[in-house]
């Protein structure tokens, strides 16, 4: 239900299959790309701790390295049981281990941008083991039931490509902030780097843990 780059595609696909399809993002140019490849999607700027949506309002909630970036992950957890019908399916997608992961350079690309995290701030990879996944669902009132860990690649055409999705996460917009958006397109660029093929479009490895939990 997010509308990130992620939930994007899957917002795309399942429109595709026939499904009616809603996001949330608090990333303005996120929204902005759902929309281009989902135009009849109902896609909102929100926070995801009060979703914008009555109870009950859909069959199935995904979540795309969503929930940790909330104030309170498990409020916000709860608030996607509220609006998923009883019975309905939360899916939750997360990174995989990180050890050894090519992808996890460039999520720590803009580490040196921003702010020290606080004490006990969870990081992207805090939801990356299965029982600690687990946990997190049940916590928030879900029935946890298959854990999929899976390999994938993130693949784009060319650099530019790659940048405008980067820069447009909600991370890269707070150190846009901060920074620049010079700062921010040059540390992504630097973290891409390594990755870019021969014939100029970039193929970087990345892995996934993913949840499907019962409201």
């Not at 029982?131 to 690649?153: N, Q, Y």
Request: glycine share 10%; charged share 20%; aromatic share 6%.
């Amino acid at each position: 239900m997010d509308a990130g780059c992620g939930a994007g595609m899957a917002a795309m696909r399942a429109a595709g299959l026939g499904a009616r399809v809603s996001g949330i993002d608090a990333a303005p140019l996120l929204l902005d790309i759902a929309r281009e490849r989902t135009p009849e999607g109902d896609f909102r700027e929100g926070d995801l701790e009060e979703l914008p949506f009555a109870d009950d309002s859909f069959d199935v909630v995904t979540s795309f390295n969503a929930f940790l970036f909330a104030g309170n992950p498990v409020r916000a957890l709860s608030e996607a049981r509220r609006v998923t019908t009883s019975g309905g399916i939360v899916a939750i997608m997360t990174w995989g281990r990180p050890e050894g992961m090519e992808a996890a350079s460039v999520v720590a690309a803009l580490r040196p941008l921003l702010p020290a995290p606080p004490p006990g701030a969870p990081g992207p990879f805090a939801l990356s083991d299965p029982d600690r996944l687990s946990a997190f669902a049940a916590e928030a009132g879900l029935t946890p039931r298959d854990v999929v860990e899976g390999h994938i690649f993130w693949r784009y055409p060319d650099k530019a490509t790659a940048l405008r999705g980067l820069n447009s996460s909600g991370v890269a917009v707070r150190a846009a902030g901060l920074v620049g958006e010079a700062a921010v397109t040059a540390a992504h660029a630097a973290a891409l780097a390594p990755f870019l093929q021969a014939d100029g479009s970039l193929r970087i490895g990345a892995r996934y843990m993913a949840m499907l939990a019962l409201a």
